[in-house]
T-cell receptor, first 115, second 111 residues
Framework: DTGVSQDPRHKITKRGQNVTFRCDPI?????LYWYRQTLGQGPEFLTY????????KSRLLSDRFSAERPKGSFSTLEIQRTEQGDSAMYLC?????????????FGPGTRLLVL | AQKITQTQPGMFVQEKEAVTLDCTYD???????LFWYKQPSSGEMIFLIY??????QNATEGRYSLNFQKARKSANLVISASQLGDSAMYFC????????FGQGTELSVKP
């Protein structure tokens, strides 16, 4: 069984461009989470899905950000009209269960640099 | 509000010695989970250990143990017999579905 995978691992883009990241969770995991981590900080929650339903979105997730998990398996995170402040590591995690205290397993992350 | 505080930005430890990384938390939820993750320079978050708020005993996983003091709202990570490969960032996190992370502690293991 493979772990959580993310694609791409690195992305360099120019300000104003749109970018899309993909996350493939551990097979059978029903919950999928997105976090953002800037340099020197701990990860911050962005949003999470239980199966295909998006159950919570952080206030950090501006209108330029959108996330989907159409079939309850992989998820995509899109950032429209990127800004330099969007430069960060975007981490995806998955877990199995509904109590909210299950262990979350993380992918390798996507490092985004906006020039 | 839920919050995690890690007051040690950086720690040094001699190889083969034990080290304690501090974590205090704040929550009004009666049921919660506490996690520790390791983040090497590669960036991936690696799960180390979990403690449930109702667990009577402190969690242990190999060389990792969690010193859970509920009344003090602390959940310190103890790493025994440090190895060079333990050098990394360590994050404490509080679970409310989503994880709420602290600022992290950078651990450096000296040979």
């Amino acid at each position: 069984d493979t772990g959580v995978s993310q694609d791409p691992r690195h992305k360099i883009t120019k300000r104003g461009q749109n970018v899309t990241f993909r996350c493939d969770p551990i097979s059978e995991h029903n919950r999928l989470y997105w976090y953002r981590q800037t340099l020197g900080q701990g990860p911050e929650f962005l949003t999470y899905f239980q199966n295909e339903a998006q159950l919570e979105k952080s206030r950090l997730l501006s209108d330029r950000f959108s996330a989907e998990r159409p079939k309850g398996s992989f998820s995509t995170l899109e950032i429209q009209r990127t800004e330099q402040g969007d430069s960060a590591m975007y981490l995806c995690a998955s877990s199995l269960g509904t109590s909210g205290e299950e262990t979350q397993y993380f992918g390798p992350g996507t490092r985004l640099l906006v020039l | 509000a839920q919050k995690i505080t890690q007051t040690q930005p950086g720690m040094f430890v001699q190889e083969k010695e034990a080290v304690t990384l501090d974590c205090t938390y704040d929550t009004s939820d009666p049921s919660y989970g506490l996690f520790w993750y390791k983040q090497p320079s590669s960036g991936e978050m690696i799960f180390l250990i979990y403690q449930g708020s109702y667990d009577q005993q402190n969690a242990t996983e190999g060389r990792y143990s969690l010193n859970f003091q509920k009344a003090r709202k602390s959940a310190n990570l103890v790493i025994s017999a440090s190895q060079l490969g333990d050098s990394a960032m360590y994050f404490c996190a509080l679970s409310r579905g989503k994880l709420i992370f602290g600022q992290g502690t950078e651990l450096s293991v000296k040979p």
